[in-house]
């Protein structure tokens, strides 16, 4: 499970991530209460949820998947989603992350 903060501006709010899921990963969203769950590519599930005004998001890749052009596109759309999700690019997911571990 990973935790990202989102920037100021980008509500905490679960509908507007539904959206983005949709942008992201074209397929079926299922809706669990406050959590989205999919599939897309090599990850055999996806799953978010907002809590506290921050993004949780957990995947599983899927194995048996062994095309690296599969590989590549999923991991561009999930760089995508998280971007458009939480409003920071991968440079500043990393420097946020380190910031977080320096903290406790």
Same mark, same amino acid.
């Given at each position: ?5 989102l920037k100021? @501006?980008? =509500? ?6 539904y959206s983005?899921? +949709?942008e992201c ?19 055999? !599930? ?5 809590? !506290? ?9 899927? =194995?048996?998947?062994? &095309? ?6 999923? !991991?561009?759309?999930?760089? &995508? ?5 939480? @409003? ?6 990393? =420097? !946020?992350?380190?910031? +977080?571990?320096?903290?406790?």
């Amino acid at each position: 499970m990973q935790l990202y903060k989102l920037k100021r @501006g980008f =509500k905490p709010d679960i509908d507007r991530i539904y959206s983005v899921m +949709e942008e992201c990963f074209p397929g079926e969203i299922s809706r669990n209460g406050e959590s989205l769950e999919t599939s897309y590519g090599a990850m055999s !599930n996806i799953k978010v949820r907002i809590e !506290n005004k921050m993004l949780y998001v957990d995947t599983v890749s899927d =194995k048996a998947v062994k &095309d690296d052009e599969t590989v590549l596109q999923t !991991n561009k759309a999930f760089r &995508d989603f998280l971007y458009k999700a939480t @409003g920071y690019t991968a440079k500043e997911r990393l =420097k !946020n992350a380190k910031k +977080e571990v320096g903290e406790e």
